[in-house]
């Protein structure tokens, strides 16, 4: 039996901090190959490895090292199967219209798109099933004998994985909640990597404040805990009647991995109790896992019972930083429930998203 | 005019991170004098500078250096006007009790007495007041010609300083609080040095869980907001009913300064607004201060306007430690009001609030 | 074809920070089973599990989760093929012996028998032909039809191996090196986790000592640049004549990874040139690797050309832990070369070495 | 008897990290008045608060806040009694030649003149004889009846203050040195904030490099230990006869003070023994302190005997950051001595150092 032949893959951003790792995720994926790598005009026509100031733990993969940079444009783009886009917001707009408007899947980190009601916002050990409205999409395109449609899916905002993630089972197993607030401490390496997070600003110190990150996992976490809507074509978003959603966000001396601090209220009375909370959370496994994406981890969420747990250092890499991990579930009291999660945010909080996204889209025969 | 005559200063746990910064601080005091230290038989007959392993990155006193240490008895103290106590909690019960119960005036970091009826639990910027009661036990004794009573003064848990402080003002100017949550992000010098927090878990990563903490910010919260009962020798404690508290807390590598995201709701409507609450902030002036206190800070709490502030490396030692600041204050969507507290964890929230204390002991007559 | 029988390994010191790294490299061994843990009385007869305050960023293997830890003498291990020893230098001295004298393969990162004269002490990309010595002895008893006897081998000193492994090559291609300078910057594992560093220490501040650790890299790296004797039962070793050493050692806010800044003088002139130096380091190639050992890096020196490298967060992992990562060769203005050498201390400075020279000691039929 | 005139200080660069802490010391100085503030035309015009982003620990002098900032120009500092630059190193050269060429008196922290043949590189606990052929040059004019001349004194690198200072006292004591060699651990302050070190290079990390500062080290070193030439209007700078020079240079996660790691061999025998070296370096009286300048501390070298000091967190504020500290004094087995320094980088080593230096010209009546 013949190996499947692999999807071609780009990646747009390749030189900053989320393409690096798109790179790393790709070098020896299983369904894709590292095909064309997209950077700014000054990186353009340079091999990768002189254009990209690497600043990863692994190493630079060989496989991407002479890759010829080009610039961030349809024709450079075309023949991929999908791309990945780790572009800034700045220039993230034109560039991922031109390729998805022209017919390429694509699949973005950038916040660009994230609001639209055709846009699949996703985690994806959350929400895979809002990728049916592409699929539908897509279907009813091939059906009419049109040329298969582009489209983009976008990843969540990384301290958005984090909150959703342990929301997902507990509204599935116990019905809607009615208030949940989340305080996080986050890692430095989602600020990136140019500048980033000034050395100055995280020697012995607290950053209380993240731009635009509290608004984004207030008004996101309201889109991916929604439903598809009865003509598959969009989302019947939570309102404030649904959900409420409260963040404090602050930047702390970690390298990888967002803790947050999580308290809930159930609408549904009596509330589940800390045991039954936990159970629903080890009983959880997700849509990618059950599809048979490689990447998706077996326990999308594991529960520790040790007090001081979890912790960045020691459990952000847990389903190669696929899973997210719960600890310190107890009462609360004011809500019901209190916990603090941990997910690693340039895994399921960002490229590692993507990736899995991606193989869902190879999984549902989108690409 | 000569000089006054100042007050015999003795510190229990001379040689415990908390004893070494009472004897920073009773250094050059107008109004004590360092008389007496007391640590474990291991230490006593040494010499203060011998038997310390000095971590305070302000110099050891020269003054303190050659006191010989002695036991933690009434025997060795009972000459002292004062007694500060920087005691771990598995012996302060006791020796405390020895010494109070003899005559002696007693301010302590020892959790032991703190939930006791008759024992003011105190921030000095925030209730001094309570302190009536042990003013109103004096008096009643000496107007029945009785020997002046020893008595014990508790200083409030560190992280619960930083949340007391900026809700005092705002129940003074705006009535009641229904519910307040707090997310802590605490430095490692309130953990202590011996051995403190290993350095394996303060780099690169957030442990979240201090034994015991949480609970004592929901309780100590109750007690501080409390007002004096209308005997005079109590206090009124809040209820569930009244202010429904809820903590989550971390230890983050920072050195000294608590950071905290609190989120709170008023029991009056309409709420104030955000500016009505900063002016609120701003506008407060504690009894410390008015009392004439030497370190009671002129502004009890800092407000702070730009985005990314309070941070423990910059904001710490506002108003020398004894100021709480406090910095994004915004609406909340699920309660009234957010904000960031930041605390001096180490100052107001330890040894500099029992020399506060101290000072207004002095100013009453209480000595 | 049937897989070959493994070797059983019992680790003492089990539940230490060099016991964990131990288990987790036996884990999945393919020359090694974990057959035996042991630890001190405290936590004889529980399940590893229930004993160890795991404090790996890896799991804990589950292989060695409920194996019932034992007391560390002769009579449990016995039944061991290979005994590694993570023991704490103040109870390694008496265990280490009964195991050995009883007729075990011990391999110990404890320093006690390392200045033994008959006691290969080794780092495993550098000297294993010191093994020979030990080989001698076996064949010796084998060919008087005596019982294979028990012998001890040493694990260098950590901060010793990251000096020593760029040394060898140097040595064997220039000849000796006349003055080596060595100042340090070393990671706080080295340091263990009961208590370790303490996190106060390592917070915005350096420790500017190693308790005893320069006089080991002085003389350390005189019995490992050696070689063996006439007569293969001991080691000419190198005198302040043959090479002077000097270390400065200090202890920095690193999680794992010794920086070493080195400066060397050579006693044939003309002494090599830049360019000379970082051939013979990129063209060394250790005997364990030529051995076949599995750990063994086909690189064992890695050689950087960037200017700012290396760095312990970005090549600490290289070959997997067992190289060495070299940069920054350039002409000494006193000496001839100054360069720096990142070496992983867990892994090629402690418990890495020992399953290497493990592999080795099977690969020589030595087991 | 009337308060004397302040001299009127005008600051170039005020909006950098050197420029903040020149304006920190101004502040309330007994010898200056903060007069002028200069930066790029980008902040000219604003007053000083609305333009700086103050990133120190100590808060914004009031003095300083509503001063309105003007460019770098003669014109806009002609009426200043002395200037002190904080300007980067590639817009300095200019800017500095304009305003003393133009008859003002120079302090610069920054590169460019450093190595002018009539111009003092000074440590001002060190060598501020060197200001001798200034003092020859302005009485020379005045003597001719011309106007007092403009000059320029350069402020030394960071790390060449912490080696050379404890140098000067065993030079002066025991002679020539003919070898020195130096291993800095420096702090991230000495790299500035706009953008200074990522925040991902400093956590869990060291950089084993600094641009251009080992060979300003090594340069510097032979300019500060020369002696004024017999014309009195410059340096016999020492040669590589004189003194050899090695330096290795990396950034650590400290926020303020560099560590080195020093060794050295003197030229005379027998060498002086480590008590000697010990007394020398507490008998030291810097001339500056003997001049009476307000600032010099009384004991330039601190001498520690505990086995693990000094460190950075708890001696760098030492004389308020005037001293050097130095530990660790022992025998190497290379050269003679060896030792570890810790100097405040931004004290002793930038503007600490030309705020001394510029108290040193007015006590010797040169503004």
Chains 1, 2, 3, 4 share one sequence.
Not at 159 to 179: C, D, H, N, Q, R
Request: glycine share 8%; charged share 25%.
């Amino acid at each position: 039996m013949s190996a499947p032949i692999k999807k071609k893959a780009g990646v747009l951003g390749a030189t900053g901090s989320v393409g690096q790792r798109f790179i790393l995720l790709l070098a020896n994926h299983p369904d894709f190959e590292l095909f064309r790598l997209g950077a700014s005009s000054r990186s353009a026509g340079k091999k990768y490895k002189d254009a990209v100031t690497w600043k990863q733990t692994d190493l630079l993969p060989e496989n991407a090292e002479d890759i010829i940079i080009t610039e961030c444009t349809y024709e450079a783009f075309k023949e991929c199967d999908i791309v990945f886009s780790g572009l800034d917001s700045d220039v993230a707009g034109d560039i991922e219209k031109e390729l998805f408007t022209n017919g390429l899947a694509v699949v973005s980190n950038a916040k660009n798109y994230r609001r639209e009601a055709d846009v699949p916002l996703v985690v994806p050990i959350v929400n895979t099933d809002h990728i049916d409205i592409v699929e539908n999409r897509v279907k009813a395109a091939v059906a009419k004998g049109e040329k298969k449609p582009g489209y983009i899916i976008c990843i969540s905002n990384c301290s958005t994985a984090g909150l959703v993630a342990p929301l997902k089972p507990l509204v599935e197993k116990f019905g809607p909640i009615e208030y949940v607030t989340a305080a996080t401490l986050q890692a430095i390496s989602g600020a990136g990597f140019s500048p980033g997070t000034p050395g100055i600003d995280v020697l012995d110190n607290i950053i209380p404040y993240i731009s635009g990150e509290e608004e984004k996992i207030e008004w996101e976490t309201k889109k991916i805990l929604a439903n598809v809507n009865k003509l598959g074509d969009g989302f019947d978003l939570l309102t404030e009647n649904d959900i409420k959603v409260s963040a404090q966000c602050t930047r702390v001396p970690v390298s990888d991995g967002h803790t947050e601090c999580i308290s809930l209220k159930f609408k549904n009375r009596p509330a589940p109790s800390v045991e039954q909370v936990k159970q629903a959370l080890r009983d959880y496994v997700c849509d990618a896992y059950k599809t048979g994406c490689h990447s998706a981890p077996k326990n999308s969420i594991v529960v520790l019972e040790e007090d001081d747990r979890p912790q960045p250092r020691l459990d952000r890499n847990r389903g190669n930083g696929y899973s997210v991990t719960v600890g310190r579930i107890r009462e609360d009291p004011i809500f019901d429930i209190k916990m603090v999660s941990l997910s690693h945010n340039t895994v399921i909080g960002a490229a590692g998203a993507g990736i899995l996204i991606g193989e869902y889209l190879v999984a549902k025969n989108l690409l």
